[in-house]
T-cell receptor
Framework: KAGVTQTPRYLIKTRGQQVTLSCSPISGHRSVSWYQQTPGQGLQFLFEYFSETQRNKGNFPGRFSGRQFSNSRSEMNVSTLELGDSALYLC???????????FGPGTRLTVL | TQLLEQSPQFLSIQEGENLTVYCNSSSVFSSLQWYRQEPGEGPVLLVTVVTGGEVKKLKRLTFQFGDARKDSSLHITAAQPGDTGLYLCAGIHGSGNTGKLIFGQGTTLQVKP
């Protein structure tokens, strides 16, 4: 069974640009969660989607958004990038919220 | 303010030593999870503890959930270089299917041969 895949693995952007990250969950998993990981703040919850609906949201500004498609694949978008958005963005999938989460390898975003 | 406080944040020990990592909160969690993350990879779930006072063993790793379900510990016996990594505790904050998984800051463990 293929694991969670994330694309791209690495990304370099400049301030003010926008970026879209993609996540393909494990087949059969309908819940997809996104996290931001930085050395200073650790792993912070961004949002969780289940069956194309955002069920939960963390404390991030509106520049961070996401969506989920009918095949459970998910994307997250960050607009008007800031230097502080440089981080590892992790996606995790599970059968349902509260179940074991399986993480992808992450997308390393660097904002210059 | 972190909902889950992990200590220590960094630990560097020699192969063969024992160590304990702590995860504390003022909130009650229905369950706590422990993950390990290696460089360039996402976290991997090691164990979930559900019942207050529960103890689970995974080879040389022993996990304990506090009686009040507010804290947990991870004890490693005779640490090996392969145990090196970032150890994270996490708990569901909120109820039912709408709870969000909250992580501690993590403990970076380095085991030197």
């Amino acid at each position: 069974k293929a694991g969670v895949t994330q694309t791209p693995r690495y990304l370099i952007k400049t301030r003010g640009q926008q970026v879209t990250l993609s996540c393909s969950p494990i087949s059969g998993h309908r819940s997809v969660s996104w996290y931001q990981q930085t050395p200073g703040q650790g792993l912070q919850f961004l949002f969780e989607y289940f069956s194309e609906t955002q069920r939960n949201k963390g404390n991030f500004p509106g520049r961070f958004s996401g969506r989920q498609f009918s095949n459970s694949r998910s994307e997250m978008n960050v607009s008007t990038l800031e230097l502080g958005d440089s981080a590892l963005y992790l996606c995790a999938s599970s059968l349902a919220a509260g179940n074991e989460q399986f993480f992808g390898p992450g997308t390393r975003l660097t904002v210059l | 303010t972190q909902l889950l406080e992990q200590s220590p944040q960094f630990l560097s020990i020699q192969e063969g030593e024992n160590l304990t990592v702590y995860c504390n909160s003022s909130s009650v969690f229905s369950s706590l999870q422990w993950y390990r993350q290696e460089p360039g990879e996402g976290p991997v779930l090691l164990v979930t503890v559900v019942t207050g006072g529960e103890v689970k063993k995974l080879k040389r790793l022993t996990f304990q959930f506090g009686d009040a379900r507010k804290d947990s510990s991870l004890h490693i016996t005779a640490a090996q270089p392969g145990d090196t990594g970032l150890y994270l505790c996490a708990g569901i904050h909120g109820s039912g299917n709408t709870g969000k998984l909250i992580f501690g800051q993590g403990t970076t463990l380095q085991v030197k041969p």
